[in-house]
């Protein structure tokens, strides 16, 4: 994954050299993607998920506690979670189906919503909105990336009402299924 601008700039005032991790990041990208060639391993990892969660943040000790407390909030079990790379992630957009049941894709961060609508797509524009894929069975919502929720608390009341989203979207679906 590419460091944001914000992440390059942090970097850059500790005097870590940035250069390195972009190439770091696109090894590692280029790995990921050749392991979800098989759809149907990820079709089996998504299975007895309702809700899917892919971001584009680096898991760090403060953003995974983040993580944590925000999926608690919300009250899901951990064998209904289902994170997603965003290698995953480019898999599942060329899918026509996820599987029998609905889904909750949670994308969180401007990698995430440019990986699934495109490059022009940003968090800002599609947040505040569910985004139904009929095809697929998806209803996918979009909130702020962990590392743009540390960086910028005031957008965590913004994450809390897309939770709440989520979470209505879950329950709905737990009832019924």
């Known amino acids: 994954m590419m460091p944001s601008s914000t992440q390059v700039s942090l970097l850059r005032a500790m005097g870590i050299p ?3 991790l972009r190439g770091i990041a696109k090894e590692k990208s280029e790995v990921e993607l050749s392991k979800i060639t098989d759809t149907t391993a990820l079709l089996a990892k998504i299975s007895n998920s309702i809700f899917l969660v892919s971001h584009d943040s680096q898991i760090s000790k403060q953003t995974n506690y983040l993580f944590q407390a925000m999926l608690s909030t919300i009250g899901l079990s951990a064998e209904k979670v289902c994170l997603i790379s965003l290698a995953e992630l480019d898999v599942l957009t060329r899918l026509k189906e996820t599987g029998g049941k609905q889904k909750v894709l949670l994308l969180m961060g401007d990698g995430a919503v440019k990986q699934f609508f495109g490059d022009e797509a940003n968090v800002v524009t599609y ?6 894929i009929e095809k ?4 996918t919502i979009v909130s702020f990336g962990l590392d743009d929720l540390m960086l910028n608390p ?6 809390w009402q897309d939770l709440h989203t989520v979470k209505m979207y879950t329950n709905n679906m ?3 299924g």
């Open 18 to 20: 940035v250069w390195k």
């Open 127 to 132: 947040r505040n909105n569910t985004h139904n």
């Open 136 to 139: 697929s069975k998806l209803t």
């Open 154 to 159: 005031q957008n965590k009341t913004l994450a």
């Open 174 to 176: 737990c009832e019924k």
